[in-house]
């Protein structure tokens, strides 16, 4: 499984960028879905995270602003941010837990990132 992001870019503060993910390749079933963030000098962290049961998880720095959402047609992901401050300015990783059809082994895709830069 390939995951492909898009989105970043720069934003001005209080601005509602949307992140994409999509997954790609043959045979597989997407589990968990979600999204993590590094910025320079830090360690990555989980923004939020979003399973097949659609049960939610945020870190509580996106609590009430970001909101993560999952279109399983199309193997995709979605993280909705509002009113970014200065401090989310960092590579945004798309990740997924995934299996092989008909498999129970799950297995871990990651992204290649997308930056986001929080500035005016």
């Known amino acids: 499984v390939q995951l492909q992001a898009s989105g970043g870019g720069l934003v001005q503060p209080g601005g509602s960028p949307r992140l994409s993910c999509v997954a790609s390749?043959?045979?597989?079933?997407?589990?968990?879905m979600g999204w993590y963030r590094q910025a320079p000098g830090n360690q990555r962290e989980l923004v939020a995270s979003?399973?097949?049961?659609?049960?939610?998880n945020y870190a509580d720095s996106a609590k009430g602003r970001f909101t993560i959402s999952r279109d399983n047609a199309k193997n995709s992901v979605y993280l909705q941010m509002n009113n970014l401050k200065p401090e989310d300015t960092a590579v945004y990783l798309c990740?997924?837990?995934?299996?092989?059809?008909?498999?129970?082994?799950?297995?871990?895709?990651w992204g290649q990132g997308t930056l986001v830069t929080v500035s005016s």
């Open positions: 979003i399973t097949d049961g659609d049960s939610l």
């Open positions: 990740y997924a837990q995934w299996s092989f059809s008909g498999s129970s082994i799950r297995r871990d895709a």
């Open positions: 390749g043959t045979r597989f079933v997407i589990r968990s």
